[in-house]
């Protein structure tokens, strides 16, 4: 089996190694891509630090890849040798069930492949795109137009569809308000997005270090909510709250900044259970919702919508030995606003 070189934790929490890592044989549906970018997510630390339960060791992660396919399988149609692509969180699904005939591969009722710390249905592990090359099938692989540089469409295969997906079901468009609690690699995208879809957008955040970054990408106000009291002046105000935090927060006191109808749409994880009086959503026929990535389509519409506006991610680029660092700085929440491996530096 051919190999690559990679980055890869050895066990739970150890810093990262060079390492030649497998790359299987190209299957006839496969395109093999030359990673250029790889983004680095909260959720690669969590799964290599093995926070959210038994991980496969050794981990190579990485599911926001940006690259350029070198060579094809022989049933390929979609792409060719030099077109620029993009991987996210999947890898492969069933194809046949309800939710993968309708696109949404995520909800996958066989279970959709992980691009990483996961198994493929021919029980290999999967390996992400900290790395110099991946192989993927095509169907899992979205083409990044050329308005948007490889380096910020990398964090666009997680950051922006986790994002672009609740905006869009909750039809954020002309003349909506629209809260975005946290100003991180996600709440970044939330706000670049929120806005270009024509939406009215305020940050809500810990503190004020980050009002000046919210206003440069067009958010109308920033507020600190340290002191809850502000957030007694905003009741009633907003169509939707898109909260990308993990923090524990009194959502009873955040459904009560939603107009009636309105959506409290969550794409973080929590750890702690939430408790929500009843009456918090039945007063004003509020929704309290989750989001969860989205499928191979609304991921290619993410992109064409990005290029189509001139949206990228926010960046930090990195050489891969100063990813151990990285983890810490992601941790203690200084990056603005996603790091990225300049993957020909690993090796």
């Known amino acids: 089996m051919p190999t690559t070189t990679a980055l890869q934790a050895p066990t739970a929490g150890a810093p990262f190694e060079v ?26 630390i969590h799964q290599v630090r093995e926070e959210w339960g038994s991980a496969i060791f050794p981990m190579t992660p990485g599911h926001e890849i940006a690259g350029v396919v070198s060579a094809v399988g022989g049933g390929v149609t979609r792409y060719k040798v ?37 198994r493929g249905y021919d029980g290999e592990e999967t390996k992400g795109g900290y790395s110099r090359r991946v192989a993927v099938a095509e169907r899992f692989a979205c083409s990044i137009p050329d308005g948007i540089g490889l380096d910020e469409a990398a964090p666009l295969l997680c950051a922006g569809i986790t994002t672009w997906s609740p905006l869009k079901r909750w039809g954020v468009g002309s003349g909506s308000k629209v809260a975005v609690v946290g100003m991180g690699g996600l709440g970044h995208m939330g706000v670049k997005l929120a806005v270009a879809l024509g939406a009215e957008v305020t940050v809500l955040s810990r503190t004020d270090a980050k009002a000046d970054d919210s206003r440069r990408l067009g958010a109308v106000a920033h507020v600190a909510t340290a002191d809850s009291a502000v957030l007694e002046d905003f009741r009633g105000s907003f169509d939707m709250i898109l909260n990308t935090v993990s923090a524990d927060l009194d959502v009873a006191q955040y459904l009560d900044l939603l107009k009636p109808l309105g959506a409290f749409v969550n794409v973080g ?15 004003g026929s509020r929704v309290v919702a989750g989001s969860n990535i989205g499928g191979i389509p609304a991921t290619q519409e993410m992109l064409d919508f990005c290029a189509a506006n001139g949206i990228g991610a926010t960046i930090e680029t990195i050489d891969a030995d100063q990813v151990d660092a990285a983890y810490e700085r992601v941790v203690a929440g200084d990056v603005r606003y996603r790091f990225v491996i300049d993957t020909a530096t690993i090796g």
Request: proline fraction near 5%; charge should be negative; include cysteine.
């Open 269 to 283: 994880m929590p750890a702690s259970a939430w408790t929500i009086p009843p009456g918090s959503v039945v007063g």
């Open 19 to 44: 390492a030649e890592v497998p790359v299987r044989d190209l299957r006839d549906d496969d395109v093999l891509i030359d990673v250029k970018y790889a983004g680095i997510c909260h959720s690669d």
């Open 82 to 118: 030099g077109d620029r692509v993009g991987v996210g969180c999947m890898v492969d699904s069933c194809r046949e069930c309800e939710h993968c005939k309708d696109g949404q591969e995520q909800f996958c009722l066989k279970g959709a492949v992980m691009t990483y710390n996961g």
